[in-house]
């Protein structure tokens, strides 16, 4: 029996050079502008909720009519810095998400049909093997060693609930 094969594709040297270009530009126009955080400061900084993106979206709009009430202490130039900038990358990590979901999704169906197919190849071997063809038995011997399972280790009941000395025994 044939197997399905998901998907077929496949990239020539100038596609992926292409691609390779493009991955290139972004990060050579990222350079300098991006920054790595530890896990810790992820976990400090966290990412504000779209609820909590329209407050700062509204709190924008009120601070542009009512200039006069945004605080002496606030860098109104740097709040709409941060903001302009915030919204330029969201825009293309959108972009960046769809593209990262759509290799990702390739790469499971091509994952698929690689393991699928070394598995129907490991059956064949080891069939050939019981069959004593020569050669192949040591391609058998190298590829069981992926499903070598490990001994069950016995399950033990538990202990006994100890015994209440406070229980009257019959005499």
Same mark, same amino acid.
């Given at each position: 029996?044939?197997?399905?094969?998901?998907?077929?594709?496949?990239?020539?040297?100038?596609?992926?050079?292409?691609?390779?270009?493009?991955?290139?530009?972004?990060?050579?126009?990222?350079?300098?502008?991006?920054?790595?955080?530890?896990?810790?400061?992820?976990?400090?900084?966290?990412?504000?909720?779209?609820?909590?993106?329209?407050?700062?979206?509204?709190?924008?709009?009120?601070?542009?009519?009512?200039?006069?009430?945004?605080?002496?202490?606030?860098? #109104?130039?740097?709040? /709409?810095? !941060?903001?302009?900038?915030?919204?330029?990358?969201?825009? @293309?990590?959108? %972009?960046?998400? &769809?593209?990262?979901?759509?290799?990702?999704?390739? #790469?499971?169906?091509? /994952?698929? !049909?690689?393991?699928?197919?070394?598995?129907?190849?490991? @059956?064949?071997? %080891?069939?050939? &093997?019981?069959?004593?063809?020569?050669?192949?038995?040591?391609?058998?011997? /190298?590829?069981?060693?992926?499903?070598?399972?490990?001994?069950?280790?016995?399950?033990?009941?538990?202990?006994?609930?100890?015994?209440?000395?406070?229980?009257?025994?019959?005499?």
């Amino acid at each position: 029996m044939a197997l399905d094969n998901l998907i077929s594709l496949s990239f020539s040297s100038e596609e992926l050079a292409t691609i390779d270009e493009a991955l290139q530009a972004i990060q050579t126009a990222l350079l300098r502008k991006t920054i790595n955080l530890t896990p810790e400061q992820r976990q400090q900084y966290g990412r504000i909720a779209e609820q909590n993106k329209l407050f700062v979206n509204k709190a924008k709009s009120y601070m542009e009519q009512y200039a006069q009430h945004v605080p002496g202490f606030l860098d #109104k130039a740097e709040f /709409d810095k !941060d903001y302009t900038a915030r919204e330029q990358i969201e825009q @293309r990590l959108q %972009r960046l998400d &769809s593209l990262n979901e759509q290799l990702s999704d390739t #790469k499971v169906l091509l /994952d698929h !049909d690689n393991y699928h197919n070394a598995i129907s190849f490991y @059956r064949n071997i %080891r069939f050939l &093997s019981e069959e004593n063809v020569p050669g192949t038995n040591v391609i058998y011997e /190298d590829l069981k060693q992926f499903f070598v399972t490990s001994p069950q280790t016995p399950v033990t009941p538990p202990p006994p609930p100890p015994a209440d000395n406070n229980d009257s025994q019959p005499g």
